[in-house]
């Protein structure tokens, strides 16, 4: 989804360098340890007051993860031989700013906790980890999933980390079959006595010929789950994703149409598209809009318009600056930055940031 980029995109949220240990009687294996650390000076012109659900102001903040999330972990496999083979992952998701937990699930492997086997005939892998839905909502997004201006403040300000930090989870990943690839989760509820209560499914199927790439998702869940996270991840609600990309090579066009929808509480349609461009080997320019609806009430909508770059100083350093705005109406709230401006007030509203992120 080449040349190495700092955790852009889903593909590099488990980044990993540094064997820590390798060796085995009848089999390799390794454990390796990883992280990355992210944070930048945000300014907004606006803030959401949730007091008041009015303008609280501007304000000028350091936060954690403006480009992608701050986290650290192990992975490690294991060959077992004859095409088969073990591996794990823990990952923490970290503050910078203050040494907590975040971009997670609240817990201390928050972000993923999960064991997995793989083979010819696919992969199955259980406990915490990403949904299908999640996969294929990161696969579309043009600004790489970026915390800020991109579709990871969409998807966290409709649904929390639902979806995201998936607990309790099963998923089968097949093979390639000439282009065709799915995905199927089934997420349990731990619930004694109802099989249904806190129940979530998750489904993809992606499809490449060539540089095109389309890709089309489902989630749905139950609520009632036994699972209790400090931050909301058991939220019930229904996700629909469908979209396409194409790679020029140094220029990749992405155009998507995602609904969420919460019973009784939201129901929100977003279309989507964007460019990426590498500019240089070092110089990444990407930009995307999207204009979120609610079907049910056409006075409440959205339009989130932003635009980035990120500069490689190395192949484990990069800085980059981003710029977005958001103009709400009705009841709809969308901010543009997964940390320090989740929710916004109504009327327009604009953010800079910039950062450096360091992975290793």
């Known amino acids: 989804m080449t040349p190495v980029r700092h955790n852009r995109g889903f593909r590099t949220l488990s980044v990993a360098a540094g064997v820590l240990f390798a060796n ?62 073990a591996s794990f992952k823990l990952e923490s998701g970290i503050n910078v700013p203050t040494g907590g937990f975040n971009d997670s699930n609240g817990n201390f492997f928050g972000r993923q906790a999960w064991i997995a086997l793989d083979s010819r005939y696919g992969e199955i ?64 509820g731990n619930v004694a006595g109802s099989f249904q209560a806190g129940r979530a499914y998750s489904g993809s199927l992606e499809y490449s010929l060539g540089f095109l790439l389309i890709t089309a998702a489902i989630y749905d869940s139950n609520p009632g789950s036994a699972t209790v996270t400090p931050i909301p991840s058991t939220v019930a609600f229904e996700g629909r994703v469908i979209g396409a990309s194409y790679n020029f090579g140094s220029v990749i066009l992405k155009a998507s149409l995602t609904n969420y929808k919460v019973k009784s509480a939201l129901n929100n349609n977003v279309y989507g598209g964007g460019i990426e461009y590498r500019a240089t080997p070092a110089l990444t320019l990407n930009s995307a809009i999207n204009y979120i609806t609610d079907p049910d009430n056409r006075n409440n909508h959205s339009l989130l318009a932003s635009i980035g770059a990120q500069y490689d100083l190395s192949k484990r350093t990069l800085v980059y ?14 901010g543009f930055s997964v940390t320090g401006e989740l929710s916004a007030p109504a009327g327009s509203t604009v953010g800079i940031n910039m950062g450096l992120r360091h992975v290793f």
Do not use: C
């Open 24 to 85: 085995g009687a009848h089999a390799q294996s390794s454990v390796t340890l990883y992280g990355a650390l992210d944070q930048d000076i945000l300014y907004t012109n606006k803030t959401l007051n949730p007091a008041t659900m009015k303008n609280g102001g501007s304000q000028v903040s350091l936060v954690n993860g403006g480009w992608q999330p701050s986290r650290f972990g192990l992975t490690g496999s294991e060959d077992l031989g004859d095409g088969f083979n």
């Open 125 to 188: 892998k259980t406990g915490l980890q990403f949904s299908p839905f999640l996969i294929a909502v990161v696969a579309l997004d043009p600004r790489e999933f970026s915390f800020f201006g991109g579709s990871a403040a969409i998807y966290a300000h409709n649904v929390a980390a639902t979806g995201i930090f998936t607990p309790n989870a099963i998923t089968y990943s097949s093979p390639d079959f000439a282009g065709l690839r799915g995905r199927a989760m089934l997420s349990l």
């Open 321 to 334: 600056a981003q710029a977005a705005i958001v103009n709400n109406h009705g009841a709809e709230t969308t």
